[in-house]
């Protein structure tokens, strides 16, 4: 993918049936996505892949530690798909889908993906889009930055290399500087390629080691040859690189017969992302620089909540339901809002002023999935309160962390992303637990849940570098 993400002038709908009125006009529109084309990597840098993968799996072999076997080969693998949202982020998903690979081998500008439509991309010097490229959505860099869109393994197997250390916040094409990527080979000698991660945040596990289906692999990034946070997902079938395989079957995919999806998702998929409140709207700063995107749960009294809904693949002919709860599950607002024109990607706010304290409700149905985001007005509740400022720090860490809480912490659980339990501690004493030692931890990503005196909880993510 080769995107620079800019907003478009503001749109207003007057098109809206409602079954009450709504809380304000309307505001927002069509994110635009400005398209570029270019290769995600150099021929030399692809050639230098080819050779240095083809080395590493020759030094596997040679010691009796390559997994893949010619004469137990298997049938290819089934893919799930590579990209989630972290455990701690408060969306329906993050993901959105830019280009597929291209089956005409012809270029500049004829193009033909699995579906036999263009979406996809070739350039003028003879290269192909050889991915499926898939970015986060909403607030990439802002997702980038708090490490919300995670890549995990599309199937098992064995890492046969990796390349980190490389810079991160590309915004053009003017770079020669390598990707951040994960290499799998698959128990059918398939090899899948996970590209444009962001440095340092690779799994900590070496060539050589084995991968399961899911696990954690890096976060989306914008490394090498790119305009923004994405994943180019490529796989070959073997390492000979003479074959491209495009994991989606349709009638104009030239180089797989069938699927390589466990459950292969649809051409477009249009759903709601995200319903969020804001405190102001969301500002989209010029690449890289991070969003900032106003979130907040927590509101005063009367004071004015801009409540938005985030879509991708906006299918005309549809609309949203949306309503504003109050504490006590009655409405205060209840509304229709229809959407007139496709877009890849948009998002809609309206504003309100809460009048009850109490737990609200943001609610958005979209082709009937519903997507419900719960804030606060008033005075938070005890338990809410005395964790709120509660804090790890250094983080990212090395050693030893502090813990900087107003609370006395009696208890602390550390998971690891598989979500396997590495650390359990309580203590008993006046003080609770001011730090700890996590040295005997592996570098990576970790998720501490700390205890309060009166039950109250808080997650935080933690990462050892």
């Not at 024109?341 to 609200?360: H, K, T, V």
Request: net charge negative.
């Amino acid at each position: 993918m080769k995107a620079k993400i800019t907003l478009l002038a503001i749109i207003i709908v007057f098109n809206l049936n409602y079954s009450q009125n709504a809380p304000s006009e309307v505001f927002g529109g069509e994110f635009v996505r400005t398209t570029q084309n270019s290769q995600c990597l150099t021929s030399e840098q692809r050639n230098a892949i080819y050779k240095e993968l083809n080395e590493n799996i020759a030094l596997l072999k040679r010691n009796n530690n390559l997994a893949f076997s010619n004469s137990s080969r298997g049938n290819h693998p089934l893919f799930i798909w590579p990209v989630q949202k972290a455990s701690n982020v408060d969306y329906s998903s993050i993901w959105g889908i830019s280009n597929y690979v291209d089956h005409n081998p012809n270029t500049p500008n004829q193009l033909t993906d699995y579906d036999c439509g263009t979406k996809t991309y070739d350039t003028t010097n003879g290269y192909n889009h050889q991915g499926v490229d898939v970015f986060s959505w909403p607030f990439s860099w802002y997702a980038m930055d708090n490490d919300q869109a995670e890549i995990i393994a599309a199937a098992p197997g064995q890492i046969i290399a990796k390349s980190d250390g490389n810079f991160d916040r590309s915004c053009d094409f003017n770079t020669t500087t390598p990707w951040n990527a994960v290499y799998i080979q698959h128990s059918d000698g398939s090899i899948a390629w996970y590209g444009h991660l962001k440095n340092g945040y690779l799994t900590t596990k070496n060539i050589g080691d084995m991968v399961a289906e899911g696990e954690f692999l890096g976060i989306m990034g914008s490394s090498g040859v790119s305009t923004g946070p994405h994943l180019h997902f490529e796989v070959h079938t073997d390492n000979t690189y003479n074959q491209l395989i495009d994991p989606y079957t349709g009638t104009c995919n030239t180089m797989n017969m069938d699927s390589w999806w466990q459950s292969q998702k649809p051409y477009l998929n249009p759903a709601v992302n995200a319903a969020l409140t804001h405190t102001a709207d969301p500002v989209f700063n010029t690449c890289p620089t991070t969003e900032n995107p106003n979130l907040s749960d927590q509101f005063n009294l009367n004071e004015q909540v801009f409540f938005t809904v985030f879509l991708k693949d906006q299918e005309p002919g549809t609309s949203l339901n949306l309503r504003i709860i109050k504490p006590d599950n009655t409405d205060l607002f209840n509304w229709n809002f229809d959407l007139t024109d496709y877009y890849q990607l948009s998002w809609w706010r309206w504003n309100a002023f809460p009048n009850i304290e109490g737990e609200w409700k943001w609610e958005v149905s979209y082709l009937g999935e519903t997507t419900t985001h719960t804030f606060n007005v008033g005075t938070l509740s005890v338990d809410e309160a005395n964790l709120e400022n509660t804090s790890i720090f250094p983080n990212p860490f090395k050693d030893i962390v502090d813990i900087n809480s107003t609370v006395k912490i009696e208890e602390l659980k550390i998971v690891d992303v598989s979500g396997k339990s590495v650390l359990s501690l309580k203590e008993n004493n006046s003080e609770g637990i001011k730090y700890v030692n996590l040295s005997h931890l592996s570098n990576g990503l970790y998720f501490v849940t700390l205890y309060g005196i009166q039950n109250e909880q808080k997650t935080i993510k933690l990462i050892k570098k």
